[in-house]
């Protein structure tokens, strides 16, 4: 498979913001008639384990490439549910994040990744990973908040309850 994607890549972690980013991206895509490549970049797990902690103890590197490719079905799932369009591909890859996505993305017409609903002084927050793409990416980059939850739901003013849309 190409490290090279062309269309929308995003970067998929398993959170609420990457479902959102996804689902931003097959909006767009299917707009643009463009295919959609979700990416989920892994590390090994070395830190945290003393170096005489026995080795059944730590997860092995197969069991760690396995839990990723769950986190990055379960979260196709969470997007999609159980159809998936066939213009959506996903991989799996070890390796930093942010390098990952920026090798997947060196040909594509747009990065999106998400980010939480909001950090300090209600401003959005972008991670270490996005502000690595935004820095670096040779591709627009969009980032797509997750949903927030406590917002209230925007309704017309003056509306009886029984209006559903603002269409004149």
Do not use: K, N
């Amino acid at each position: 498979m190409s490290e090279h994607a062309e269309g929308i890549v995003v970067g998929v972690d398993g959170s609420e913001a990457s479902v959102a980013a996804l689902r931003w991206a097959a909006e767009q895509a299917r707009m643009f008639g463009t295919p959609v490549l979700a990416v989920h970049a892994w590390e090994p797990a070395t830190a945290g384990f003393a170096p005489y902690a026995p080795a059944s103890s730590r997860p092995t590197v197969a069991h760690q490439r396995e839990r990723a490719a769950e986190i990055l079905a379960s979260t196709v799932r969470a997007a999609f549910g159980p159809r998936v369009g066939l213009d959506l591909r996903a991989v799996v890859v070890e390796g930093a994040p942010a390098r990952v996505l920026l090798r997947y993305a060196r040909d594509a017409q747009l990065l999106a990744h998400g980010r939480r609903a909001h950090g300090q002084w209600e401003l959005p927050a972008v991670g270490t990973v996005g502000r690595e793409c935004l820095r670096h990416a040779a591709v627009p980059v969009v980032t797509v908040p997750a949903p927030d939850r406590r917002a209230a739901r925007l309704t017309a003013v003056g509306a009886t309850p029984d209006v559903r849309t603002g269409a004149a």
